[in-house]
């Protein structure tokens, strides 16, 4: 039922609006332009900018140019000092921490390679903490209050409102009904599928550039094959917040059997371990292990290794075409362990896409590298922190009265 707009909304609006501008523009704005902008009176604005400058959201730099006579009017800017997000991730075969400040700059990060398949979720939750608690410590050395926590976990996870949330499967971590607690330490915490934070820090990297189409599909490749998908500049979450699976898509009904319990799904084909497999040198003794190896073995030119990316180009490129027939996006992103792996990954993929996605003749869809690499899951983390304090900038002035 519709409701009327009351003073504390409107001023909630406004706030969002006004910092939304000077975010997103490209120089510093002076309150006069601010108030060009928007339609704002410029006393109105005057105030709105004063409480998000003693909010610590913005900053008055020098003065802007003018080109006429008059005084220079100040510019102002993103805090550089402002409250910052804190992403964490864990997946299968390491953890990590990232500060990002309301730029989206990345102010501090740390991966720790540790492998979580035999982990008890527990204690995996209990290193991701102290991961945490140390990221919080360089941020307030350097004078960052961290606005909260997203945490990203590869499986299907239901969120809570009010923080935390629950894990209901994570395959390859092999965990099921994990919860996972509101906080950490005194930082309240959101828990948000890996992919889907991943894509999100790949459309705010490109949000500034408008050669980068909003709708894509962002492929998270590590052990274990997820997928984002981002619908004209908005995250598509599907009806339970479960969308992206992207891994356990069928490849062949009567493939190998998959950690998820059913058979020939495309992690078999293209994940980490399976290229590793397909190549011939998986296994524990393996050194350097994993994402390092697959590397230097294409770098120099292994055949073994080559046909095994071929392959599993080919396999991640069916499916791919498939999701683009479906959803009609502009763009493929190639992201996690198959950023870097782009240049071989890449052909395959596009050959495929190429045979058969119906509308290949006269809209091809691209296919390209993250802009953001293996680390885009843990900087979307902190990068979703951000938004949302850029979003509700109300939310973040009541925490300082």
Do not use: K
Request: proline share 6%; hydrophobic share 45%.
């Amino acid at each position: 039922m519709d409701s009327p707009v009351r003073q504390h909304s409107l001023r909630e609006h406004n706030l969002a609006l006004v910092l939304r501008r000077v975010a997103t523009n490209p120089r510093p704005l002076s309150r006069a332009d601010v108030a060009a902008a928007t339609g704002l009176t410029r006393a109105t604005v005057s105030t709105l900018v004063d409480d998000l400058v003693a909010g610590g959201l913005l900053a008055e730099l020098e003065p802007v140019p003018r080109a006429g006579v008059g005084r220079p009017a100040t510019g102002l800017a993103l805090s550089p000092h402002g409250p910052c997000g804190l992403g964490l991730e864990i997946n299968v075969d390491y953890l990590a921490a990232c500060v990002t400040d309301l730029s989206g700059t990345v102010r501090h990060q740390i991966v720790r390679h540790v492998d979580q398949r035999d982990r008890p979720a527990g204690d995996a939750l209990a290193a991701v903490a102290e991961l945490a608690a140390e990221a919080a410590d360089v941020a307030a050395a350097e004078g960052l209050p961290v606005a909260g926590a997203a945490l990203a976990v590869p499986g299907l996870v239901r969120q809570n409102p009010h923080g935390g949330g629950h894990v209901h499967v994570a395959p390859n971590l092999g965990w099921r009904d994990v919860p996972v607690p509101a906080a950490l330490g005194a930082l309240t915490l959101r828990v948000e599928n890996e992919a889907n934070l991943a894509a999100l820090g790949e459309l705010q990297a490109g949000e500034q550039d408008p050669d980068v189409s909003p709708s894509f599909i962002y492929v998270s490749g590590e052990v274990g094959i997820g997928a984002g998908i981002v619908l004209d500049g908005q995250l598509y979450r599907g009806a339970h917040g479960w969308s992206g699976e992207f891994g356990h898509l069928t490849i062949d009904a009567n493939g190998p059997r998959c950690h998820c319990g059913a058979r020939g799904c495309l992690e078999q084909y293209a994940g980490q371990d399976a290229i590793l497999r397909a190549a011939g040198v998986a296994g524990e003794d393996a050194v350097p292990a994993g994402l390092e190896r697959i590397q230097r073995l294409a770098q120099a030119a292994d055949p073994a290794m080559l046909a095994a990316l071929g392959a599993a180009g080919a396999a991640l490129g069916i499916a791919l075409a498939g999701a683009v027939n479906l959803l009609d996006v502009d763009a493929v992103v190639l992201g996690g362990s198959y950023a870097p792996l782009a240049p071989w990954l890449r052909a395959a993929v596009e050959e495929e896409l190429t045979t058969r996605v119906i509308t290949a003749g006269w809209s091809p869809a691209e296919v390209r590298a993250s802009a953001l690499g293996p680390e885009a899951t843990v900087v979307g983390a902190a990068g979703s922190v951000v938004r949302d304090v850029l979003a509700h900038p109300a939310a973040w002035l009541a925490t300082l009265s």
